[in-house]
């Protein structure tokens, strides 16, 4: 009978000739910030397996990924993910021990939970008057809104894992040397992950003092919390962590990443969700009009009726979401996974040991599920056409068991942030909308400026 050839791994087109030999045709574009995009020239001239190095391949194509991201390991490469010296779920690279920590916290995490919790809905509550009063006293001038909304994810994810008590108050003009030395670190990313034995001659002190100086705020805050936490709380992620007896560095390492993990990446989706929009006019007045039976007046502003039930539902309003998260990706990069034993990919023989990842970025820009895929284009979620492909391809999130666990949270945030926005304002854009080439993105040159009109 007629058996199909395996093709060997060297079969596997090269992103360049070299590739078989040395990663340095993929190392040098990582360093120098062009690694998604070339990546992605790579898939597009060879299809959806390519060999970036002598272990490591990239894949992009949605049919290839459950294979890898049901039950691979997580590739070492996260281990500079790791804080206190201890891995967080997000850099626990097997999968049983990972699913150990996961099961601590999910149910915090799940959609139901969400919907739920008064700490959200008190923070929705404290903080969106005052992000709509800093937009309008913008005064139709042009305003930096990625640190504005960096400053009020950060307030929604400590207050849910620390209560809000507890958690910053950055929003309303609290200490922003926090921030600072958040995101002063970035430009050591690449090579903190690529070559860490390099990084610790080149990376300077300060960046050190950075992480040290952020991870001692993070203690504190699982302090303060620790000291008001009694027996049966459950109020926040930190506490669920405390009943379960988690030691206490593995505790602040978790919450630590989930301060990174939670507002970082929400920050950004929500200042380009605003530059998409300002492209669409008619589309945000259609948006307004949608919304208006979901609003209600406080403090002088119209705000999501965060009783009631319906945003989830909004159709326009998720679709905006969804559209934004595909052209831009908060983490566009590699996820990199590590074939457990010689298997095959896409008909290609994969040994054992080699490092394989998808990234966002390519997936989300394939011209043969997303017509015109450098528009955004939100009506494309409403319609039944390719909806199947798209939810398939559609990867901001990532997939499986690794996937994002605060895609729920995330989502929920940017639903009220973005209702409200756009209820009491009309947004304009003029600046081109550019990200950095990186595992998670960030907007080039660190500013988003964005013009609000109050309608
Ligand atoms: C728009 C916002 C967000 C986006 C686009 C996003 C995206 C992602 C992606 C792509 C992954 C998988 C990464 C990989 O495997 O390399 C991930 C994992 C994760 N995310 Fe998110 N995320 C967002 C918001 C959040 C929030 C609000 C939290 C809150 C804590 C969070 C916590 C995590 C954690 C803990 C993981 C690791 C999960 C695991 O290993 O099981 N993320 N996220």
Not at 210 to 226: M, P, Q, S, T, V
Request: aromatic fraction near 8%; hydrophobic fraction near 40%; charged fraction near 25%.
């Amino acid at each position: 009978s007629h058996r199909r050839r395996r093709k060997s791994p060297s079969d596997i087109p090269l992103l360049h000739p070299l590739s078989a030999f040395t990663a340095l045709p993929i190392l040098i574009p990582t360093l120098l910030g062009r690694r998604n995009t070339t990546i992605h020239r790579a898939h597009v001239r060879h299809g959806p397996i390519v060999r970036l190095s002598p272990t490591e391949i990239s894949i992009s194509s949605p049919a290839a990924l459950s294979a890898v991201y049901t039950s691979f390991p997580k590739h070492p490469w996260y281990n500079i993910f790791r804080n206190y010296g201890a891995a967080p779920m997000f850099a626990i690279l097997p999968g049983r021990e990972h699913a150990a920590r996961k099961k601590l916290l999910a149910a915090a995490y799940s959609n139901s939970a969400v919907l739920k919790s008064s700490v959200l809905r008190r923070t929705a509550n404290e903080t969106l008057p005052v992000l709509l009063k800093e937009l309008a006293n913008s005064q139709g001038r042009e305003l930096e809104v990625w640190m504005v909304f960096v400053r009020l994810t950060m307030d929604f994810i400590t207050a849910s894992l620390f209560t809000r008590d507890v958690g910053s108050r950055f929003l309303d003009g609290g200490d922003q040397h926090i921030l600072e030395l958040y995101h002063s670190r970035r430009a050591f990313f690449a090579l903190s992950s690529e070559l860490p034995w390099l990084a610790r001659w080149i990376v300077p002190k300060w960046v050190d003092d950075a992480n040290d100086k952020l991870e001692a705020w993070c203690r504190d805050l699982c302090d303060r919390r620790r000291r008001q936490w009694r027996q049966g709380d459950e109020e926040c992620s930190l506490d669920r962590l405390i009943s379960a007896g988690l030691p206490e560095v593995d505790a602040a390492s978790e919450m630590l990443d989930h301060i990174g993990a939670g507002h970082e990446t929400t920050a950004l989706a929500l200042a380009f969700i605003l530059v998409a929009m300002s492209e669409r006019p008619e589309l945000q007045r259609e948006l307004r009009e949608s919304l208006e039976p979901l609003m209600e007046v406080r403090d002088g502003w119209k705000l999501p009726k965060l009783d009631g039930e319906g945003l989830e539902e909004h159709g326009l309003l998720n679709a905006v979401i969804k559209e934004s998260l595909r052209l831009y990706t908060p983490i566009p990069g590699s996820q990199p996974r590590v074939a457990p034993k010689d298997l095959e990919i896409l008909g290609h023989i994969v040994p054992a040991g080699t490092a394989v990842s998808a990234q966002a970025w390519s997936l989300h820009r394939d011209p043969a599920v997303w017509k015109d895929h450098e528009t955004f284009f939100p009506e494309r979620w409403l319609g039944e056409e390719k909806k199947a492909e798209m939810e398939r391809a559609w990867w901001a999130f990532g997939s499986g068991g690794r996937g994002c666990i605060g895609r729920y949270l995330a989502t929920w945030e940017m639903r009220v942030v973005v209702a409200s926005v756009y209820a009491n304002f009309e947004t304009e854009c003029n600046g081109a909308a550019a990200v950095l080439d990186a595992y998670t993105t960030a907007p080039l040159g660190e500013k988003v400026g964005v013009v609000f009109r109050k309608v």
